[in-house]
């Protein structure tokens, strides 16, 4: 059912693209009515506006706190054009047909840390009770919470020689309830944590279809909303999958904090299998892929630069009988041509995030209907104590490269790592998930062997994500002529696998820090 605006309230706190509406109002005839700051935007572009004082007979109050809430407003919104219409015109309301209201921002104000007592003037209690109306009376009312809702409105009217579609107010509906639950879940979240019980009140925006979950027997499908999401930012490609977003959040996280130089992780099944920093992006590509380039078939990788196209280079993207089958690549940004050479490979998937981005936020996980958080793993050792075997001058950068990638992998988790000059390190073995860190080493040794060649292993460290329960470990490693083993400590038998250290000739290296990842 198409109805005409004649009459509407615009009061914005965001005001991007409040002129390009009012404009549109204007031209199919529509009075505005507007408060403060909205009132002199719309002014200053020439737009013929009235102060909502001119509803209800009253001046804004209290520093702004009261504007629009009065019951002529409120009644000019609610009442039912078809049912009111009399009982409305003697007690002389006049109907609003358009409702434009974003929020005072709350949640920014809360991140700066202002106090409460301040905090508090960034409460909106007008604009909710606005939408929240107006939403109601969706068979009449047109309600815009969000500025992106305009251009679709503005095409509509006209389209429409100013009138708005049923389909359009209801889906606007919508979104304006959206819009007040998840202000009003900031709002008592934030006020929980400062009284010492917190809570969360999750909100997340329409679901997505997944083609399915992780197998395809299974239905899935995705509910973006708790930060920036990967979704937003696919350039190209196939849609995402269940499997490759869990595998890209993995990737994210094993470039997180690797530096100097450009990090690039090549991720399957949840775990970084090749790791590298290179001077250049194309450079750690290549040492990344040679750390497992079997397992790298079909893989995700990540970037911590944005890439041109010289940088995709080891990938041969544009010769179909070279090219090395990835699913997704995830970097801070792509270049025109970098996309442009991705197309040859059309079910390649590129996608904008960036890892500092993502350890920003709370992890994550829903266990048995339970919300579990909590701060992500981003502590390295600080500090490093020789316990055993020979003394030798700790590469601390190589040392964090390999605990950065060991706390990537899920646990029990052993890790191979080597320092090929000045500015190249690179991960040579892995071994991830097992149930002993026994097996876990050999696999990690296995991987690299095949990498390097057996008996060239080299100047390696090793590193554990927690401490060795018994010497077998260290012996294991010690047998494939592994010198350095960093390792948190505090097993009960920690005397015992130093012992072993010293019998074996690996310097031992306790770093204090865990490092499971389930």
Known sequence: MLLPIRRALLSVWDKT???????????????????????????????????????H??????????????YEIAAGILFDRRRDAEEAAALGIGPIDLVAVNLYPFEAYRDRGLPLPELVEYIDIGGPTLLRAAAKNFNSVVTLADPTDYAALIAELNENNGCSSLSTRRRLMGRAYATTARYDAAISDHLAAEAGAPTR??????????????????????????????????????????????????????????????????????????LALAPTAAEALELAWQGDPVSAFGSVISFSTPLEAA??????????????FVEVLVAPAFSAEAVALCAHHKALRLVTARADEQSARPDHRIVMGLLLEQARDLAIADGYRHEAGPAQILDEALAAFALRAVRSVKSNAIVLARRLDADRLQLVGMGAGQPNRVTAAALALARAQENLGPGALGPVYAASDAFLPFRDTLDRL??????????????????EVAAAANERGVTLVLTGIRHFRH
Do not use: W
């Open 478 to 495: 010690a047998d494939a002529g592994v010198g350095l083993l960093l390792q948190p400590g505090g097993s009960i038998r920690d005397a």
């Open 201 to 274: 009140t999750l909100r997340f925006g329409p679901a997505q279809p997944l083609r399915y979950g992780e197998n395809p027997h299974q239905p899935a499908q995705v509910f973006p909303g708790l930060g920036p999401s990967p979704l937003d930012g696919v350039l190209g490609g196939k849609a995402l999958s269940y499997n490759n977003l869990l595998d890209v959040e993995a990737a994210l996280g094993a470039i997180a904090g690797q530096g100097p130089g450009v990090a690039v992780a090549v991720v399957k099944h949840g775990n970084p299998c090749g």
């Open 311 to 324: 940088d995709l280079a080891p990938l041969h993207l544009d010769d179909k009988s070279r090219r090395r």
């Open 17 to 55: 693209g409040l002129l390009p509406l009012a404009r549109c109002l204007v031209a199919h005839g529509v009075e505005l009515y507007s408060t403060g700051g909205t009132r002199a935007a719309l002014e200053a572009d020439g737009l013929p506006v009235l102060d909502v004082g001119a509803l």
């Open 57 to 70: 007979g009253r001046p804004e109050a209290f520093g702004g706190r009261m504007k629009t809430l009065s």
